[in-house]
């Protein structure tokens, strides 16, 4: 006699906690709900109610607005991982066929430069120049 185990269909689906909303949902609109309504409470002008629509707006953006099948909040964090990291260009010389060569010695010599995407080879003569540098800065600190 063996024992049948039914395996879950639907794991990436998330559960409704609140009413129709997921949790994430939930706490989404009511930061933004929230945010706004102290918004109209504290600036006294007329100019509240459009300020009070700006976290009212994000707050619903967060909760259900998706790109390219995406959640929102997502696409935030990326933006901010994107701004806040450094970025490596690396520039390198244009290859030039034989006849392109040949036309450019008759035109006056110019130097184009395009991106490489790939990265540079570590060669061991490179390697060991680099580790000499490590450890010629690491003694300085001594």
Do not use: C
Not at 16 to 39: C, H, R, S
Not at 59 to 68: D, R
Request: glycine content about 6%; cysteine-free; proline content about 7%.
């Amino acid at each position: 006699m063996s024992m049948r185990f039914e395996v879950p269909q639907f794991i990436d689906v998330k559960d409704k906690i609140f009413g129709p909303f997921t949790l994430n949902q939930f706490l989404f609109l009511g930061g933004g709900l929230g945010l706004g309504y102290a918004v109209t409470r504290i600036v006294p002008t007329f100019f509240k109610y459009p300020l009070a629509l700006i976290p009212a707006v994000l707050g619903l953006a967060l909760a259900f607005y998706k790109v390219n099948g995406r959640p929102f909040p997502l696409m935030i964090q990326a933006f901010f991982i994107y701004i806040l990291s450094t970025k490596l260009f690396i520039w390198a010389q244009r290859l030039e066929s034989s006849a392109e060569q040949n036309a450019n010695k008759k035109k006056k010599p110019e130097k184009k430069l395009e991106p490489v995407t790939a990265t540079p080879q570590m060669t061991n003569d490179r390697l060991h120049d680099l580790a000499w540098n490590l450890d010629i800065l690491e003694n300085d600190d001594e």
